[in-house]
């Protein structure tokens, strides 16, 4: 389902300080999303997360937004590939909860800062807030994999983990070079060191060379 339908969907106070929040992240390019979706997909959280902190608010959205336009990129380049020509059908990676941003051994190995397991933590609720949604609408989860695979793939669409948004299997990664020669392998690089760290900072969520890798694969 369209990520439009739960952003509407969402509790709104009148408080809010989605104009503000909306000129603050205008400053970062969002060069896969119109200005139509930007603006809803701002104004609907901010709307929605008036109980955080401005900077952590702005982080949560500015995530959300990094999220929605790795899903554009991967639409476009690589979900063909997963429905269609995947390896291990039926579930390919989404055989386990990788939608777990840190898990127990996460806290204990690389002692993650505060504001990184505040935004773990606020973006676990959002998860459990976008799947009840998916569900509520009449689809169904898998059994034994992933909590967050329905029969027709991911409930997720904005608030997929990093290690999820980020992963690409070793196919996917030879099909993308198969496709665009030496214009895929920034892409492919960015991609695989992301989804290979182990969170300890807000830095660790992201990163914005990765949008601007994928431009070739639009030209």
Same mark, same amino acid.
């Given at each position: 389902?369209?990520?439009?339908?739960?952003?509407?969907?969402?509790?709104?106070?009148?408080?809010?300080?989605?104009?503000?929040?909306?000129?603050?992240? &205008? =400053?970062?390019?969002?060069?896969?999303?119109? =200005?139509?979706?930007?603006?809803?997909?701002?104004?609907?959280?901010?709307?929605?997360?008036?109980?955080?902190?401005?900077? /952590?608010?702005?982080?949560?959205?500015?995530?959300?937004?990094?999220?929605?336009?790795?899903?554009?990129?991967?639409?476009?380049?690589?979900?063909?590939?997963?429905?269609?020509?995947?390896?291990?059908?039926?579930?390919?990676?989404?055989?386990?909860?990788?939608?777990?941003?840190?898990?127990?051994?996460?806290? /204990?190995?690389?002692?993650?800062?505060?504001?990184?397991?505040?935004?773990?933590?606020?973006?676990?609720?959002?998860?459990?807030?976008?799947?009840?949604?998916?569900?509520?609408?009449?689809?169904?989860?898998?059994?034994?994999?992933?909590?967050?695979?329905?029969?027709?793939?991911?409930?997720? &669409?904005?608030?997929?983990?990093?290690?999820?948004?980020?992963?690409?299997?070793?196919?996917?990664?030879?099909?993308?070079?198969?496709?665009?020669?030496?214009?895929?392998?920034?892409?492919?690089?960015?991609?695989?060191?992301?989804?290979?760290?182990?969170?300890?900072?807000?830095?660790?969520?992201?990163?914005?060379?990765?949008?601007?890798?994928?431009?070739?694969?639009?030209?």
């Amino acid at each position: 389902m369209a990520p439009e339908a739960w952003l509407g969907d969402l509790s709104q106070n009148r408080l809010g300080a989605a104009d503000r929040d909306l000129a603050a992240l &205008r =400053e970062h390019a969002h060069p896969f999303l119109s =200005e139509h979706d930007l603006v809803h997909h701002v104004t609907r959280l901010s709307g929605h997360l008036t109980g955080l902190s401005e900077d /952590m608010r702005r982080r949560v959205i500015a995530y959300s937004l990094y999220v929605r336009q790795l899903d554009v990129i991967q639409a476009a380049t690589t979900r063909d590939i997963c429905r269609d020509d995947c390896q291990r059908p039926p579930v390919g990676c989404c055989n386990a909860n990788h939608f777990t941003i840190l898990s127990l051994s996460d806290l /204990m190995v690389s002692s993650p800062s505060p504001a990184a397991m505040q935004l773990s933590h606020v973006i676990d609720g959002l998860q459990r807030q976008e799947t009840a949604y998916e569900l509520r609408h009449g689809r169904t989860i898998t059994s034994h994999h992933c909590d967050c695979l329905a029969e027709d793939g991911c409930t997720l &669409r904005l608030f997929k983990s990093p290690r999820c948004v980020h992963y690409l299997c070793a196919e996917i990664q030879d099909r993308l070079l198969l496709k665009f020669g030496p214009d895929a392998a920034p892409f492919l690089a960015a991609m695989r060191r992301v989804a290979s760290l182990t969170i300890t900072v807000t830095a660790d969520f992201t990163d914005a060379a990765i949008l601007t890798s994928a431009r070739p694969f639009f030209d």
